[in-house]
């Protein structure tokens, strides 16, 4: 069984069919272990708010994506135990603590972190932190 870290982009495509939906359903789907920091359901429920707020969404449809959400089997790790790797990563890439609490803990598994983030994945490339990240474009898809 591979193992990823995933962030609440590749959620958000899967759930909000936006680009590269298919290929987030496929590893939302794919049986493989997903890992996130416990950041990602507050930070899921979030994005569900905002597109509430804009229309985008209803309301009754915002429950029920975070009710579904919830049963994903996504293993969660404390960001009060990833915050310092994440803080010196963030000092070293300039990017958010919150896109480095992601980061640290795939460094940490030593795997993959997938996103949609292309601006975060893209600050990245030609560093150390490269071989973590990937886009989830990049998610075969089933035959």
Not at 26 to 55: H, M, Q, Y
Not at 104 to 112: E, F, N, P
Request: aromatic share 10%; net charge neutral; charged share 20%.
């Amino acid at each position: 069984m591979r193992m990823w870290v995933i962030d609440c982009s590749v959620v958000a495509a899967a759930y909000l069919n936006e680009p590269d939906s298919d290929r987030a359903a496929a590893l939302l789907g794919s049986g493989d272990k997903l890992w996130a920091p416990d950041l990602i359901t507050s930070e899921f429920g979030n994005v569900l708010w905002k597109r509430c707020s804009r229309g985008d969404i209803s309301q009754m449809e915002a429950v029920e994506m975070i009710a579904r959400f919830r049963r994903l089997r996504i293993y969660r790790a404390s960001g009060s135990e990833l915050v310092q790797e994440a803080l010196q990563l963030a000092l070293q890439t300039q990017r958010t603590v919150y896109d480095c609490l992601y980061l640290s803990l795939a460094v940490s598994m030593d795997t993959v972190l997938y996103t949609r983030d292309m601006r975060f994945y893209n600050s990245l490339q030609g560093g150390p932190m490269a071989r973590h990240v990937a886009p989830i474009s990049t998610f075969p898809l089933p035959d």
